[in-house]
């Protein structure tokens, strides 16, 4: 599967922003997928994944502000982010994998990621 993500940018404190991830059908259609990310000097971190039967699981750290999505006839997933903090600051990666396996560990394929930096 082929992952390509894009929506990243600069945004202010308190701003909103969508990010995309362009997959193929049968990628968008059957398999677990989600949404990681990583800044400097920290781990990735697991942020939203969403099963084929598009039941969402979100971490503490986004819970409220972000959601994740699908959309099975543009064969795109979403993640609409509100609430931006600097602390949210970081590259974001879309991923997917056969099973959302119940944690975070479900990607066997993942994208190149994008930038999102927010703004005091």
């Known amino acids: 599967a082929q992952l390509r993500e894009s929506g990243g940018g600069s945004v202010s404190t308190g701003g909103s922003l969508t990010l995309t991830c362009a997959a193929d059908k049968w990628t968008v259609s059957s398999r677990c997928m989600g949404w990681f990310r990583q800044s400097p000097g920290k781990e990735r971190e697991g942020i939203a994944r969403?099963?084929?039967?598009?039941?969402?699981t979100y971490a503490d750290s986004v819970k409220g502000r972000f959601t994740i999505s699908r959309d099975r006839e543009r064969n795109i997933l979403y993640l609409q982010m509100s609430s931006l903090s600097p602390d949210d600051s970081a590259v974001y990666v879309c991923?997917?994998?056969?099973?959302?396996?119940?944690?975070?560990?479900?990607?066997?394929?993942w994208g190149q990621g994008t930038q999102v930096t927010v703004t005091v």
């Open positions: 969403s099963t084929m039967y598009d039941y969402p």
């Open positions: 991923a997917a994998g056969p099973s959302c396996n119940g944690d975070w560990t479900f990607a066997t394929f």
